[in-house]
């Protein structure tokens, strides 16, 4: 009886299905699986750095008028190629070249003003060189007796009213010389603004955000258009756990959301210096008692190795950059 038992159980085992048998080797070979991605996974970020807080960077040049008013030319289109140095728009210049001319002709007048206070400062001097010598013989005349006490007075009140005319004179022609320096500064602000009506490209680039018309009129720093250039950045907000060995120089491979894919190359150009909480506008205060520890970022600012010119990569794209820090 024991043995045919065992050789019932024996053949019971033996003639198991073969799915109940696979199902005992699929959860091995799954778990092996896992347990080498997770080994990758642990290599990997020990070696490779990832986030994907980061976007494309670039300047964005905003142009506004210096002076007001109606837009006369506009040269410019909705994301058109620019050069520097290339007349974007002119504003109506009739105002501001009639202010110039008036303000030109004030100067001259001014100018012949001091020629004639001039004149009259010299025959001043000449009048009061006079009346000296003349109250210095009466004085004399008088010391010695042969000069009435009336002449000798009478020579004391003319050289009292040619100091006195002297310098009035003299304040005239310095009040002339002073209204010549301002008139010659106004000029030259009138001169500014008049050249102020043209502006002009200060960058290669593409014009972006046009909100201006030709005949709108247009007000003293009031953004019209930005130009941005071609040069692209990427700033990406590392977390402070991720920066132990981050280090300017080290290669990083750039993958934009626009192009999925597609590897970009790159390397960390450098590191902020405070944490982009700390450097907002209304940084934390962390001496209060409901205080909760959150990890912070630091923004890193990587650069492209390659030439980016032919793709359409802008401000504002998300990327994922991957940093290479051993």
């Known amino acids: 009886m024991k043995d045919k038992k065992a050789e019932d159980i024996v053949e019971i085992e033996d003639t198991r299905p073969e799915y109940l048998k696979k199902r005992v080797l699929v959860p091995s070979i799954t778990g092996i699986i896992f347990l080498i991605c997770g080994l990758f996974y642990a290599v990997h970020t020990v070696y490779y750095k990832s986030t994907d807080d980061a976007f494309i960077e670039g300047h964005v040049i905003t142009v506004a008028p210096r002076v007001s008013g109606p837009v006369l030319h506009l040269n410019i289109e909705d994301n058109q190629d620019v050069k520097k140095g290339d007349l974007l728009l002119e504003i109506d210049p009739n105002d501001y070249q009639a202010k110039l001319r008036e303000t030109k002709a004030k100067l001259e007048e001014a100018k012949a003003a001091l020629v004639s206070a001039d004149n009259q400062m010299t025959k001043s001097l000449s009048d009061l060189d006079f009346a000296k010598n003349d109250y210095e013989r009466y004085s004399k005349m008088r010391d010695k007796g042969i000069s009435s006490k009336q ?176």
């Open 151 to 326: 002449d000798y007075e009478a020579s004391l009140n003319k050289l009292t009213a040619a100091e006195a005319n002297n310098n009035s004179a003299r304040a005239r022609y310095d009040e002339i010389q002073s209204s010549i320096k301002r008139l010659e500064a106004e000029v030259e602000q009138d001169e500014l603004n008049l050249s102020y009506t043209k502006i002009y490209a200060a960058s290669d680039g593409k014009i972006t955000n046009r909100s201006v018309e030709e005949g709108n009129y247009v007000q003293v720093a009031q953004p019209m258009f930005a130009i941005v250039p071609e040069k692209m950045w990427i700033v990406a907000n590392f977390k402070e756990t991720q920066l132990a060995n981050m280090k300017p120089g080290q290669p990083v491979k750039i993958k934009i959301d626009t192009y999925g894919g597609k590897k970009f190359q790159g390397k960390v150009d450098s590191i902020q210096r405070s944490t982009g909480a700390r450097a907002s506008l209304f940084p934390p205060e962390n001496a209060v008692g409901s205080y909760v520890k959150i990890v912070q970022r630091v923004p890193v600012k990587i650069v492209f190795t390659e030439d980016i010119s032919k793709y359409n990569i802008v401000p504002g794209m998300s990327v994922v950059p991957e940093v290479k820090v051993k």
